[in-house]
């Protein structure tokens, strides 16, 4: 069941974006976005809408197609997406449990976690493998925390009276950007992991908020006002170089970076309601990719990554993130990086027949047991994806 302080916590979060610029301003200081860009290959797009009524998170491939609800919480409501740096993951906050609270999924959106958080309302989640930073009001006012990824040690990192959130992670997750409150106006700020060197960087009198950083850690993108409505900054980490990117009349808000740095997704009502959009980090080559009546808000990029060296990215490379063969159940032992590998299989006959007398596959064509063990992947994973989807 959802609590009415649960309702009202999300409807908050989501009239923030809906709501006119003149009270965008009065509440852009409630819970926001979180981003992190993580270096890879551009993998689907995770996305917040509201089109299948409680808000649910979707993702899709980056040219808008194959948009698919992951997150299926029936009545309750499932926020902000933000991946993990190696694109297998997925934070997200959810009032399922009758208060905002912080959830990890697998990518796919098999494997929700219990809740990871507890205590006061908890959003805005920013995956970075091994840790995951979030805000939290559990300790009287708005602070940026961060956690362990199995919800331990979540520590109050911003210490600061003023409101503390949309937390977004340097790509190496050395560093955190965030927006406070605490010099007056909405502004950008970045400190340490352990909260150490807090430093406001967008200096500005006007809006800004929802950091996220580059891929290769050298620029933030934000969203400021200061040009009179709501559009996309991009600036150097330390705040340099400040620059409209968006360049739109209508609202524009919400930048994640691709991971191969060239692109930024982001929404913006120019046509009417809340879309999906990406442009070049610089600007250009704006282009639609959601065309729902619903809302259709906070973008994040998934990185892919070749984790175990084969040369291969995922969906190809279908257990990147296994360790050595004795755990590896169902997939082959990491091997040298494939020669001329299978397309959609994820090891090329050179990778196999490599492997000499200890395989398990000694006495079959290289290929045609690549084959089979691709196929089994592929029904497997259908099979599991049809019987979430159709809970
Ligand atoms: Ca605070
Ligand atoms: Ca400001
Ligand atoms: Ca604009
Ligand atoms: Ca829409």
């Not at 997406?81 to 990890?104: E, H, L, Q, R, V």
């Not at 006061?120 to 091994?130: R, S, V």
Request: proline letters at 7%; one cysteine or more; glycine letters at 10%.
């Amino acid at each position: 069941m959802i609590t009415a302080i649960g309702v009202l916590s999300l409807l908050r979060s989501v009239a923030a974006l809906a709501l006119p610029v003149a009270l965008l301003a009065v509440l852009a200081a409630r819970p926001g976005p979180a981003e992190s860009a993580f270096p890879g290959a551009n993998g689907k797009i995770a996305f917040t809408s509201t089109r299948e009524g409680a808000a649910e998170i979707f993702h899709m491939n980056p040219n808008g197609n194959g948009q698919v609800n992951l997150s299926n919480m029936a009545a309750a409501a499932a926020v902000r997406p933000s991946y993990s740096p190696d694109g297998s993951k997925i934070a997200f906050y959810s009032n399922s449990d009758g208060n905002d609270d912080i959830y990890t999924m697998n990518a796919d959106g098999s494997g929700v976690l219990a809740a990871l958080t507890s205590a006061g309302d908890n959003y805005g989640p920013a995956h970075c493998g091994a840790m995951i930073a979030f805000v939290s009001n559990r300790d009287g006012n708005v602070e940026v925390y961060t956690m362990n990824a199995d919800g331990s040690s979540q520590t109050n990192r911003s210490m600061n009276a003023a409101t503390d959130s949309q937390p977004a992670w340097s790509p190496d997750c050395s560093m955190i950007a965030f927006m406070s409150l605490r010099d007056g106006n909405q502004d950008i700020y970045t400190m340490t992991a352990t909260g150490v060197s807090q430093t406001n960087r967008s200096m500005n009198a006007a809006i800004d908020d929802s950091p996220n950083w580059s891929p290769d850690g050298s620029m933030i993108a934000f969203g400021s006002t200061r040009d009179g409505n709501p559009e996309i900054y991009t600036m150097t980490a330390t705040g340099g170089s400040q620059t409209n990117r968006s360049m739109n009349a209508a609202g524009d808000y919400t930048p994640a970076w691709s991971p191969v740095g060239s692109m930024v997704a982001f929404s913006s009502t120019r046509d009417g309601n809340f879309e999906i959009y990406t442009m070049t980090a610089s600007g250009g080559s704006q282009t639609r990719l959601t065309t729902n009546a619903a809302d259709d808000f906070y973008p994040d990029w998934q990185p892919l990554v070749d984790a175990d060296g084969d040369g291969l990215l995922p969906p190809e490379d279908a257990c990147p993130n296994l360790p050595g063969p004795a755990s590896n159940q169902g997939c082959p032992a990491p091997g040298p990086p494939a020669v001329g590998g299978i397309a959609g299989l994820r090891d090329g006959p050179a990778d196999l027949a490599s492997r000499g007398s200890d395989s398990t596959t000694a006495g079959y064509a290289p290929p045609v047991v690549a084959a089979l063990a691709g196929l089994a992947v592929i029904m497997a994973g259908a099979w599991y994806g049809r019987r979430r989807w159709q809970r």
